[in-house]
């Protein structure tokens, strides 16, 4: 391995190792690939075995397993030599291994794991739809087949430093984890010498934030189907050990126009693993009138942040206006940290109410899990799969003009999502980053209340935001 290969984005600079030559990480005997491939050694080539398990590529020696390499968000590329043919090469911390025979099935299945070059070869950008400080948001289609795309589009040179590179590595882990169809699919990636593209899925009914707006406040029914459909992708997004931490209603897209039967979340940017002691680089970000008090308050937190963001979205689309409704954007913060609701301006019935307070509740203990609200009576129509589909005829109501309030928010966060073209990004580096897991998810359930004998206990070393770079803020002195 001593041929110099191109620098990646993704290389740690901390390691060299390529090969592992311990047990593999997954004790899990399935092989998805399994051939006889020619590699090349003291410039002869030799007969071998590899197999592919998951992400993992594995090199056999008299049927056991060698050596292994992690090949997430390693690099890879089609290569060519005259007398082998085809092959692959794959590249991390700047070493690589080779190998050549039948290789187009290994390649189409690595590229769900691996970093790809050559994007120009596989897409061609059709026009800008949305704008960042760290990104563009090009609508695309495939050179093969003509199907649309939304490639997210990062310039390396305005992501130096550390915590950028963790943090891309952290957005993609989660979002190639969660496969759910609610949620927004992450295809492929690509790097090129000026450029990181994100290959996902192209969303064209727009933001649910858009959607509100033009609309007449929804009714309970309306409001019923469509949180029972966001629970449920909450649910499972948590059940893959993650939490969203930035739920509103600029980050759930339509995929079709008005058709509120296909919603997607989408921007896991401050997604982040559930840490049990709360070690999350920065823990207070989000949203200012969408979070959770006690993710404000600098108390440990798990998943139930979501939970309570669902619950600002029930109130939004009942009431047609936020449960922290106030005089500019520093009351509204107020309202939030102290979890001040006036639910009396949410006219729901007596079942709804319930589940309203039940997923607001300013207390996590007390408060709903997602399992918990979607066995919730007040959705025992869509539990007895009696609710038939439906769509949302466009309405001639306008919602009510932005109050000042909103326009304060507006202005002091970050209101849209980058994969629809509606968007206007605000900026696409995330945060909510750290080191030790990035690579696996820890397997923990909806945390349950006994892990959380102090909620109101602080952690060590949080402080405030720095200035923001996309959904967090500062906060004056509370």
């Known amino acids: 391995m001593d041929e110099k290969i191109k620098d990646s984005f993704f290389d740690d600079p901390e390691t060299t190792t390529f090969w592992i030559n311990n047990s593999l990480p997954s004790q899990d005997q399935i092989l998805h690939l399994q051939d006889s491939m020619y590699i090349q050694k003291d410039q002869e080539f030799h007969k071998c075995t590899l197999g592919i398990q998951y992400h993992y590529l594995l090199y056999f020696k008299q049927q056991t397993v060698q050596k292994w390499v992690n090949l997430n968000n390693s690099t890879m590329e089609y290569i060519k030599h005259q007398t082998a043919g085809v092959g692959i090469r794959i590249s991390k911390h700047k070493q690589y291994f080779e190998f050549f025979g039948d290789v187009e099935p290994w390649y189409n299945y690595l590229r769900q794991y691996c970093v790809q070059r050559n994007f120009s070869q596989s897409y061609t950008l059709l026009k800008k739809i949305g704008q960042g400080n760290f990104a563009e948001v090009y609508k695309a289609t495939n050179k093969l087949d003509g199907a649309e795309y939304a490639i997210k589009c990062f310039r390396k040179s305005k992501l130096k430093e550390k915590i950028d590179r963790l943090s891309m590595i952290k957005e993609i882990s989660i979002m190639k984890k969660i496969q759910h169809e609610s949620v927004i699919k992450l295809y492929e990636v690509f790097e090129g010498p000026e450029c990181l593209y994100l290959v996902l899925e192209y969303l064209r009914g727009g933001e649910l934030y858009q959607f509100i707006k033009k609309s007449h406040p929804f009714s309970e029914e309306k409001c019923q189907k469509l949180i029972y459909r966001i629970l449920k992708a909450v649910h499972s997004i948590h059940e893959k050990g993650v939490l969203h931490r930035d739920l509103?209603?600029?980050?759930?897209?339509?995929?079709?126009?008005?058709?509120?039967?296909?919603?997607?979340?989408?921007?896991?940017?401050?997604?982040?693993?559930?840490?049990?002691?709360?070690?999350?680089?920065?823990?207070?970000?989000?949203?200012?009138?969408?979070?959770?008090?006690?993710?404000?308050?600098?108390?440990?937190?798990?998943?139930?942040?979501?939970?309570?963001?669902?619950?600002?979205?029930?109130?939004?689309?009942?009431?047609?206006?936020?449960?922290?409704?106030?005089?500019?954007?520093?009351?509204?913060?107020?309202?939030?940290?102290?979890?001040?609701?006036?639910?009396?301006?949410?006219?729901?019935?007596?079942?709804?109410?319930?589940?309203?307070?039940?997923?607001?509740?300013?207390?996590?203990?007390?408060?709903?899990?997602?399992?918990?609200?979607?066995?919730?009576?007040?959705?025992?129509?869509?539990?007895?799969?009696k609710c038939s589909q439906f769509k949302i005829r466009k309405q001639n109501y306008v919602l009510k003009k932005l109050t000042h309030c909103e326009l304060q928010i507006k202005k002091n966060s970050t209101l849209s999502t980058q994969f629809s073209p509606l968007s206007s990004i605000s900026s696409l580096s995330p945060y909510g980053i750290t080191k030790y897991n990035l690579d696996d998810s820890p397997k923990s359930p909806n945390t349950p209340s006994a892990q959380h004998p102090s909620l109101a206990s602080k952690i060590t070393g949080m402080g405030q935001l720095r200035p923001v770079r996309r959904s967090q803020f500062t906060l004056k002195q509370i």
């Open 248 to 385: 509103k209603p600029e980050n759930i897209m339509l995929r079709n126009k008005d058709d509120l039967d296909n919603i997607c979340i989408g921007d896991f940017g401050l997604a982040d693993y559930y840490s049990p002691n709360g070690q999350y680089l920065f823990t207070r970000c989000g949203t200012p009138g969408y979070v959770a008090p006690e993710l404000l308050q600098d108390k440990l937190y798990d998943y139930k942040v979501d939970i309570y963001s669902v619950g600002i979205l029930m109130f939004i689309l009942i009431a047609g206006k936020s449960p922290f409704d106030g005089k500019d954007y520093d009351d509204v913060v107020m309202r939030n940290y102290y979890a001040k609701v006036k639910f009396e301006d949410c006219k729901l019935s007596e079942v709804g109410m319930h589940l309203l307070k039940g997923l607001m509740n300013k207390n996590p203990i007390e408060r709903l899990s997602a399992q918990e609200a979607l066995n919730h009576q007040w959705f025992a129509k869509e539990n007895s799969n």
